[in-house]
């Protein structure tokens, strides 16, 4: 058989490109849109950065996209952070936390250790600002008369973040200002779409009055009304999202 | 052994320990914008830590402190990451070798590459992004395909598009040097022209016999970089475009041609 160097090269870029052709596939595939979101009115706020990121302005320009943390935590076998894309140009290249729902960050606090640049730098576990967690009262089992605490349970900080309202419907977990945001509540949640999400610092500032209005509310709501939202509102959404989170992995 | 395949074989054993990151093996982890050595050694490209330092507008210690020890290394070695690191150097030879009767219409002037360096560094310095190395370089690109098509695969959470912006940007590189071969290294990777200024205070330096030189100028002809290597009537060649690739000594027909240390 003949082969000519250009035939060669000429099969070779066919070939790359079918190949990303079908590497894009495979991952569009895996990583579908959740459209199961808890707090659906709250938009994220941004892009979650890695634990001992600096201020956002700061990180952008210290960040020369060299991989280092996208790598090490593969490395460390939590696969947690990726490269952000072309959506958003000013960021594209910067590494964020993609899917807490299954890849949250565990702190181990080891890409702040070796970033070559200082954009993350060396802080405690405690003291980490990556984000802030809010639960979804409409879907909490905690909150609608179930005894749950999976995500107190998971968290990493434990009874300094978790505040529990004990009452007739059950242990009502709340998460206090304390939160680092590694997301591994959202992770941990069994309910269909997690009942709990990650927002930023700068978004929750926003959104803080709002959010302390309908907790209070719900503490301060009589007996027969709280009844209601959660038989005919709550506990209704909750058991359809379990199953079309069945549907899914069937 | 011929210079050109021990290049080859320690640029393959360099890509050969950034692949084994993906298999958990944490010898050298990154790319080659940003490193770290055997879990001790951080490390940075000396145009990425001027573009973040101008973004910036802030010493950060961490950053002198990666960017010492390539400082070092290239005091010694001078431009040889271009001839013995870079794959772009493997890829656009290859590319090279399809279209042997093209010619480089383009003559442009060293300093053209200099006025992009600063270029870049202006424009960095306004938007506060290191523009270059987040959006350009070819090294970032090639290392960002690298890992996002193997996390891809792998199915951990990657985002898609880089994968298209990189490919986008490497092949678009790639038709440059189709059609004005040798171009980008000669005199536009703004990366080049910052090693090529340490060209000038390096150990490493090419050694003629002038004497004993039979004038066949193939030297001149081999030459990648387009250095004058005949003509320059020295003992010692500290050109800044010279990326001690070694082609001229394996190609000299007098074998007088050798790549030496000293000061």
Redesign the interface.
Known sequence: MNIT??DF?KSFFVFSFF??LS??K???S??FERQLQPLPHIDIGGVIRPPGAVEE??F?????????C???C??M?Y??I??????NI?N???PFI??MR??PCALCMECPK?????AL?KIDKEKVTMGMALIDFNLCFGWNGDVCLSCSKACPMGAKIFDFYHGQWGNQPYINENCVGCGLCVKHCPLGGSAVKVITRQRYQTVKTEYLTLFKGLLEMPLEQRYNLVYTQNLPEILARGRIIEREYR | MKINTLRRVFLSLIILLFLLQFLRIKILVGSLSGSVLIWSLNLIDVFAFLESLVATKDFSEKAILSVFPLILLYTIFGRSFCGWVCPMDYIFEQINKINKKQKNILKPSKQIGYILVFCFLIVSFFLEVPFFTNYLSHLTNFFRILSVSILGVLKFPVDISVLYFSLTALFLLIGVEFFFPRLWCKSLCPLGKIYGVFNKVSIIKLKIAESKCSRCGICDKSCYMSVKISDSNKPVIRDTNCIYCGRCVDKCTEKIIKIRFGV
């Not at chain 1, 990726?82 to 959506?87: N, Q």
């Not at chain 1, 070796?114 to 200082?118: A, E, Q």
């Open positions: 160097r250009r090269i190949s990303s590497i894009s495979t991952v569009a895996s990583s302005n700061i952008r320009s210290k960040c020369i996209s060299c991989g280092v996208v790598n090490i593969h490395v076998k696969n947690s990726a490269i952000s894309g072309i959506k000013k594209f290249g910067t993609k899917d299954d890849f070796y970033c070559p640049t200082g730098q």
